[in-house]
């Protein structure tokens, strides 16, 4: 006999996006998503009994930022026992080393669409046109379109058919101008960039302004999001949790 709930009904289902390896064209450095804003996440989905899949922008094996490895030298995510977790459950990591490509993305398999962070989509996903496509196609069809820290790039590229930023008079967040300016400073120090260089090549605070969003955050390096309508958006990487409750409560839980 089956220990599942044959009265269960379909759980939600969540296709979560993180980015391909890139290299900085401003570090020189390798880029990619972050760790703790696909694991923490994960986990809330999983705990709300949701179904998740892994997709990239092109599909094929993805590589963590090195400062959110929680096994890094540097010890900058040591704590993160989250991610921990879930780089070493088999299943999952197995997940991280061949993801689907968003164009296997369709409406009809899933309730809401999310967009993690990392460095990476500050350079590849204004190239990213099938998955603006998707995102664009979930938040105009009502359903849940969420994305997280750097990932929020995705606003900033993704226009209607008529050309109108889809972020154009909407509440949201993303990666404070703040916080970029904690990025250069620890930069400068290590002597990794000059004090006139930046680490990101533009800044989404600034892109989303300028697009007419009313952008808004609760200050630095502190866990936020924030909902409107069916757009949920979170301000950095330790807005994960909190991007996720708004997921689930967008979409009725």
Same mark, same amino acid.
């Given at each position: 006999?089956?220990?599942?709930?044959?009265?269960?009904?379909?759980?939600?289902?969540?296709?979560?996006?993180?980015?391909?390896?890139?290299?900085?064209?401003?570090?020189?450095?390798?880029?990619?998503?972050?760790?703790?804003?696909?694991?923490?996440?994960?986990?809330?989905?999983?705990?709300?009994?949701?179904?998740?899949?892994?997709?990239?922008?092109?599909?094929?094996?993805?590589?963590?930022?090195?400062? /959110?490895?929680?096994?890094?030298? /540097?010890?900058?995510?040591?704590?993160?026992?989250?991610?921990?977790?879930?780089?070493?459950?088999?299943?999952?990591?197995?997940?991280?080393?061949?993801?689907?490509?968003?164009?296997?993305?369709?409406?009809?398999?899933?309730?809401?669409?999310?967009?993690?962070?990392?460095?990476?989509?500050?350079?590849?996903?204004?190239?990213?046109?099938?998955?603006?496509?998707?995102?664009?196609?979930?938040?105009?069809?009502?359903?849940?379109?969420?994305?997280?820290?750097?990932?929020?790039?995705?606003?900033?590229?993704?226009?209607?058919?008529?050309?109108?930023?889809?972020?154009?008079?909407?509440?949201?967040?993303?990666?404070?101008?703040?916080?970029?300016?904690?990025?250069?400073?620890?930069?400068?120090?290590?002597?990794?960039?000059?004090?006139?260089?930046?680490?990101?090549?533009?800044?989404?605070?600034?892109?989303?302004?300028?697009?007419?969003?009313?952008?808004?955050?609760?200050?630095?390096?502190?866990?936020?999001?924030?909902?409107?309508?069916?757009?949920?958006?979170?301000?950095?990487?330790?807005?994960?949790?909190?991007?996720?409750?708004?997921?689930?409560?967008?979409?009725?839980?």
């Amino acid at each position: 006999m089956s220990l599942r709930d044959p009265n269960a009904l379909r759980p939600k289902r969540i296709a979560i996006v993180i980015a391909n390896p890139a290299v900085s064209t401003t570090t020189g450095w390798p880029v990619g998503f972050w760790w703790s804003e696909l694991a923490h996440p994960w986990l809330a989905f999983h705990e709300a009994g949701y179904a998740m899949e892994v997709f990239s922008p092109d599909g094929g094996a993805c590589e963590g930022d090195a400062f /959110s490895d929680p096994r890094h030298a /540097s010890g900058y995510s040591a704590d993160d026992i989250v991610s921990r977790g879930f780089i070493e459950t088999p299943h999952l990591a197995a997940l991280v080393a061949a993801t689907k490509p968003v164009e296997a993305i369709t409406l009809d398999d899933f309730d809401a669409i999310l967009v993690a962070g990392g460095q990476a989509p500050m350079f590849t996903y204004k190239a990213a046109t099938t998955l603006q496509q998707r995102f664009v196609a979930f938040l105009d069809s009502g359903k849940v379109a969420a994305a997280l820290c750097h990932g929020t790039a995705i606003l900033c590229h993704a226009t209607r058919s008529d050309g109108s930023p889809i972020a154009k008079g909407r509440t949201v967040t993303g990666f404070a101008n703040v916080e970029e300016d904690a990025a250069d400073e620890a930069a400068w120090a290590m002597g990794a960039l000059p004090r006139d260089r930046h680490v990101m090549p533009w800044r989404i605070e600034d892109r989303l302004r300028a697009q007419g969003a009313n952008y808004v955050q609760a200050g630095a390096w502190r866990s936020f999001a924030v909902r409107d309508g069916n757009l949920v958006t979170g301000q950095q990487n330790f807005s994960g949790g909190a991007t996720a409750a708004a997921v689930i409560v967008a979409l009725g839980a």
